[in-house]
């Protein structure tokens, strides 16, 4: 029996149990959890420390690292992620349309779990937590298959948040991680009817791709990238500055990172030359088009 199918059999069973999951018994697990991230930090660190050390030898490029490392700051991030989530309602039950009949029946449209749902990402191991998390929200069991070179965190990982769950009300067995790291599993993951109700592809535009036209499971398809910013003729300029500089130079490794600026004609030119200073000032390279390199020559 192949990995996708074994695990996929278990989240099967396990998403029935998860759905009658109460919310308070879902946020308690997802507390666990956070709390349990931030008790294992060294654990996970030690883990990704692995995934480093591969990567550096296998030659990945500095910004691949960037995305592929953890900290103690990023695990506290991830910890406070999930207790966002705790804070936002659960969309389980809520009534989206209801309706009568002519004949006096009442149909009412409802929001349910999705039963199992196909996570396929790279790199970046907090997708891991961010994922898993979420799918427990809305009281889905999730079966997440990472980047090989995120294997070693991606297991710690799993392993700190099915420990958390064991001491829940939720079932361990509703998050699975597929350690084997061959591109069949994803195939594998596409053709699995029946077990998997959903995928989701996150990645470079040929994952997606790949994965839309292979799999005979439903799968949403997400987005590639290439992040905009407009600046409109009313913005102000200090906003307008404090947010392209975070969208662009915060953390430029990861998918979400600007990396197109749209200006408004109209916005004063005082203003753009000061936002073209300060990405200028804080070492990003500006690729203009004729109009504006005409303007701002720099």
């Not at 998390?133 to 997440?144: D, E, M, Q, R, V």
């Not at 040929?206 to 992040?227: D, F, K, M, Y």
Request: hydrophobic letters at 45%.
């Amino acid at each position: 029996m192949s990995e996708v199918i074994e695990k996929g059999t278990i989240l099967k069973e396990a998403s029935r149990r998860l759905a009658l999951c109460s919310t308070a018994e879902k946020n308690e697990a997802l507390e666990r959890i956070a709390a349990a991230l931030e008790a294992a930090c060294a654990e996970v660190l030690s883990a990704n420390a692995e995934d480093l050390a591969r990567g550096r030898e296998a030659g990945m490029s500095d910004s691949l690292l960037d995305r592929l490392a953890l900290s103690e700051k990023r695990i506290a991030d991830m910890a406070a992620a999930v207790r966002e989530l705790i804070d936002l309602p659960d969309p389980v039950g809520q009534v989206l349309e209801q309706w009568t009949r002519p004949n006096g029946m009442t149909i009412t449209k409802v929001q349910v779990p999705m039963g199992v749902i196909g996570m396929i990402y790279e790199a970046r191991p907090n997708v891991t937590v961010d994922a898993a998390t979420i799918a427990l929200k809305t009281g889905s069991a999730i079966l997440l298959r990472g980047s090989g070179s995120a294997l070693s965190s991606n297991r710690a990982l799993v392993a700190v948040m099915r420990r958390a769950l064991a001491d829940s009300a939720l079932p361990e067995e509703a998050v699975q991680l597929i350690e084997d790291p061959s591109h069949d599993t994803v195939r594998e993951m596409g053709q699995a009817l029946g077990l998997i109700d959903l995928l989701i592809p996150r990645g470079g535009a040929g994952l997606i791709q790949r994965v839309v036209r292979e799999s005979a499971v439903p799968v949403i398809e997400t987005g590639v990238g290439n992040c905009h910013i407009f600046v409109d003729e009313s913005a102000r300029p200090d906003m307008a500055v404090a947010i392209t500089l975070n969208a662009k130079t915060q953390r430029p490794s990861v998918c979400n990172a600007a990396e197109t600026l749209l200006i408004h004609e109209a916005w004063p030119p005082a203003y753009r030359d000061r936002l073209l200073n300060a990405l200028w000032d804080a070492g990003v390279t500006l690729h203009g088009d004729e109009a504006l390199r005409q303007l701002y020559p720099r």
